[in-house]
Structures are given as C-alpha cells and as structure tokens.
C-alpha cells in the first residue's frame, strides 16, 4: 500500500546511514526513534565484552569518557571516543556512534546520534536522529511533543504537504554537518538538509514552512 513517505530516501539527509547496526533504511525515521528502547536493547546483545564496558542495558566502549555525575538511563550504546560530561541526563533508549559529545546540563532521550555529532550545553534533545558531525551551540533544543495541540500528533511537511505521523513523540531529523545556533528551537516534525544552519535564537516550525 502506498504511503505518503514511499520512497524516503536516508541518504537525502544522513549519508553513512547504513552505519546503524541494524536495517535503518528500511524505516522511517519517526519509527526507529518510537522503537527505540527495543532496537538498542537489540543492539546490546550484538556488542563484544573486549570493546565494551556492559552493566545491564548500559554499553560503554572502553574508549568514551563519562564524567561522574552523568545519569546514563538503559537502553544505551555509547560508542567509541564517546565523552559526556557532569550533570548530563540519558533515558528512554539512545545510541551514540563514536566521537559524539554531550555536555552539561545535556538531556538526551530516545535518539540516534552519528559520528562526531556535538550537543554543547544545556540542550534538549528528544526522539530525534542526528546526523554526522551536526553541532548544538548552548541552549538549542529540539521538541518532541505539540504541547499547543490537544491531540499532541506530530505531523511531518513532506513534498510540501504537511502529514500526519499517528504519534505524538517526534523531534527531527537533523541531516549530517547540520550547525543550530544557541537557544534555537526546532518545533516537532522537522526535517533538516545536510549542512543546514539554524540561527541563534530562532524557531524552526516546519508546519508553516515549506522545506527549501
């Protein structure tokens, strides 16, 4: 049956998305981040012992830094040259590739993040996929939730036309080398090219725009 996403093509926006450990290009963005406790949970009973320090549903390659004070929630991968920072809030199922940095005051939930992808300071990031080396200047964040709407669905603009996505817990798909500035906000639903940059202090709301 034909959907309005046939033919979603990852590429468009994540070029390595082939770098999941599991049959990404075969869903949708939106599917994996609402499985997400289950895909990592998957994922965990795939990772060697000699790579990664394994406690529980919690995976740290030997290689990442946690500072103390970090709460890592399960499920969790966090790869290889990882580092997060003191204060930093993990929960509801995330993998991390490698070299991907979180600092202070982060909050990361149920997300995707390729490699050397950055999240500064005090940000917010929520069901969301978030392309190689994208970086997050302090305070940006991104929504996952249509709190002004009382029946909450996400909606996606797709080939122009806005679609509704039968949830209610989306962020965006940030592509890779992605640059949002500090205290930027990304309204739930978006869809975001390679290299795109988000100005300091600016509401990104797709539901109103058209993707250029």
Partial sequence: MSTPFAGFDWRLFIRRINALPFAAAESLPWELTAYSDAIVRNVLTHLSPNDFEITGDVAI????????GAI?????VLGAGCFVASGAYLRGGNWLE??????PGVELKSSFLFAGAKLAHFNFVGDSI?????NMEAGS?????????QDGEVRVRWHGALQGLGQQKF?????????????AVIAPGALL??????QRASLIDQESEVIS
């Fill in 61 to 68: 390659h030997r290689s990442a830094v946690v500072e103390a």
């Fill in 72 to 76: 890592l929630k399960g499920p969790l």
């Fill in 98 to 103: 490698r070299d991907c940095s979180l600092g």
């Fill in 130 to 134: 978030i392309g190689e080396q994208v």
């Fill in 141 to 149: 964040i991104v929504c996952n939730y249509r709190n002004e709407r």
């Fill in 171 to 183: 962020g965006a798909l940030i592509g890779d080398h992605g640059r949002v500035g500090a205290n």
């Fill in 193 to 198: 090219r390679p290299d795109q940059v988000v």
